[in-house]
């Protein structure tokens, strides 16, 4: 599987996804501050709270068995997807954890498919059975972009967060990796 991709949106935008590096520690900060309130708490956790320790996770990311992939637009991150190895549900074997982020104004334009796309075939080359996604209930364009992508939901896990005054539901989606093989 070629590690670069690159392609064109229907306007002639051209479009590249890569695997992020440490130097896009500080656009992919700037790209997640870029999402809405209600996500940003979860965001902050997951990847760096700063530039500096977006670098550092960056820089100590098994590759091997995790992938930050990018999609940039002119050199600007307009879209982070996150594979982590990190099952959702208890007993999940081969299981990676996905999450895709884009700025606002690249929403709908097909580069959250091409993201998902592109993690489907990275873990199967890697030898992963399944990607699941923990979504909020409220996030119907995550929602729809999973589903669209084959996702369907999981019966593991649903559970309600507060987000400030609000509490929110997640569900978990769930799609199996063809001809992923099981790990050592």
């Not at 708490?41 to 930050?68: H, P, Q, T």
């Not at 982590?84 to 104004?105: I, K, N, S, W, Y």
Request: proline share 3%.
């Amino acid at each position: 599987m070629r590690e670069v991709l690159t392609y064109r949106l229907p306007d002639a935008t051209q479009v590249t996804l890569r695997p992020a590096t440490p130097d896009d520690a500080a656009a992919i900060i700037a790209a997640v501050r870029s999402r809405s309130e209600e996500r940003s708490y979860v965001l902050m956790d997951i990847y760096g709270k700063d530039a500096a320790a977006e670098r550092a996770y960056l820089e100590r990311l098994e590759r091997g068995r995790n992938l930050f992939l990018v999609a940039t637009v002119d050199g600007a991150v307009v879209g982070i997807l996150a594979l982590l190895d990190m099952p959702l549900c208890r007993g999940a074997e081969a299981t990676l954890a996905a999450g895709v982020h884009l700025v606002r104004e690249w929403r709908g334009r097909g580069i959250g498919s091409a993201m998902l796309r592109y993690a489907v075939r990275w873990a199967a080359a890697h030898g992963f059975r399944q990607i699941a996604a923990d979504i909020f209930t409220t996030n119907e364009r995550s929602l729809h972009l999973f589903r669209k992508a084959g996702f369907r939901e999981e019966p593991c896990r649903r559970r309600s967060v507060q987000v400030g005054a609000r509490e929110i539901s997640e569900v978990i989606l769930v799609r199996r990796v063809p001809g992923g093989a099981a790990r050592a």
